[in-house]
């Protein structure tokens, strides 16, 4: 009985594994067929990348303050562009399905919507590192700075980063199932609204009072409270990490909630066959 | 006994004030061919996307393949597959890797030779690696139904699948679909506007007005019951609530 349960288990396994892989495949397939998608992938970060590399040499020579720490704009930059991939990288992919009229024959398929989700985050991760990845090697023969240079801190802060576009992107998802591409520029305007109570460029304590709870309502502001720490004092910070590790936990929850419940609204509704351009 | 492909009871539907499905019931046997007819508007999009899961009923109970569907659906949707003009696959893949998504996705384990025998079967061949854009409305819909056969299915929901194609590829479609209810013994719903169509290839007919099925039978009974010359005129009768139809639902509204 017992060995039945877990072959049952086990094959269940491999075939939810098997829905994930081929909606991967189904945006690999896309991204292999077109070299404009490709390209656009590294275009932004790229060009953020030479923008704040050149303003980053200025202040260097300027100012004594920014040469303490070099690279912590070019830093921030690609961290902030981690951030915006990793939520296109979710809510373009949904779009992608919108544009196509496909979400009636997924969803009518064996797929699950949390196989759905497991694939979106997946192509995101693969996106993210694709676009940031490019600018991130380029910086080093244009500027000499290499975000490497972080060393395993880089990995905690792109994680916490890459989680919170995915609670983003799940929640941008949604208004798209809910409204359909009527509130497609969200996809690409949402983030930059969060931009200014992340900390990005300056520290919390900028920020008038008032505001600055919302600011530590972010991951986003401990990543980059974080990334500071190391450049500037050569300290990782531990609180900081773990701050943004549980607020990424209850985004998440709350992106993947909000998502599943508007597919069950839409369910209700019989949004699944409508959705298109 | 072998359980129903389709078993439908009272079944509705409402958005708000609006009623889309009124309570209908009806039975499909295994391994026959059934057609659901009905205007535009009559509730036959909203009964097939209740079939597949894509919409929830108001209320009660719907029987797949011998399981409650309401409650475990994913248990039968590797069984079924449909077709549907209100659905599309994405442009920009190629014929080739469109189908190899969804083959994967409905865990076909012979992949590459299910592939050939789609592209040999509905002559796609020369299109397979063309992306699905660029293909003719004709090749689409032939497309549409080798995505809908992947799998092989038990039950095949299929929602105008002839719409768009010249007479002689909607004849070779027709056979093809005949071909293969025979040969695996699948049964399938059948929702189309053609009405020779529906005479030629379907066991039984359901046909509905206003969110009910007001009239049901094999297509040869419903002719001589209605005491027309094929199925369209029986139809419009209905739809339109004329000749012997609509005196039968006046004797039954005085009963």
Partial sequence: MNDQFIAHIGDNCRASCGRIYAIILRY????????????EQAYWPTVQMIIWGFITQFFMTNSDWVAQATGVLLSAVLLWDVL???????????MEELFARNLGHLFASPLRPQELILALLSISLLRTLLGVGTAALLAIPLYHISIFDLGLPLIAFFTCLLVFGWSVGLVISSLLLRYGLGVESLAWASIFALAP???IYYPVTVLPDWLQPAAWALPTSHVFEGMRKVLFDGVFDWTLLLNAVGLNVFYLLLGSWIFYRTFQAARRRG???QMGE | MTAAAIKVEQLSKHYGAVEALAGIDFTVPRGSVCGLLGANGAGKTTTIAILLGLLTPSSGRVHILGEDFLAHRYRVLPRMNFSSPYVDLPQRLTIEENLDVYARLYGVRQRRQRLAELFESLDLQAFRRRAY???????????ALAKALV?????????EPTASLDPDTADRMRRYLKNYQAATGASILFASHNMAEVERICDQVLI?????????????????????????????????????HARSEEVSRHE
């Fill in chain 1, 28 to 39: 690999v397939y896309l991204l292999r067929g077109s070299w404009p998608r490709m390209l």
């Fill in chain 1, 84 to 94: 915006f991939r990793a939520q296109l990288g979710v809510s373009v992919a949904f």
């Fill in chain 1, 197 to 199: 109570i992340s900390a």
């Fill in chain 1, 271 to 273: 949004l699944l066959l």
């Fill in chain 2, 133 to 143: 854009a660029t293909l003719s409305a004709g090749q689409k819909t032939r497309v």
């Fill in chain 2, 151 to 159: 799998n092989e299915p038990d039950l095949l929901l299929l929602d």
């Fill in chain 2, 208 to 244: 509905m007005r206003a969110g009910r099925i007001v009239d049901r039978d094999a297509p040869a009974a419903l002719i001589a019951r209605h005491g027309r010359a094929n199925l369209e005129e029986v139809f419009l009768d209905v739809v339109r609530n004329t000749g012997r």
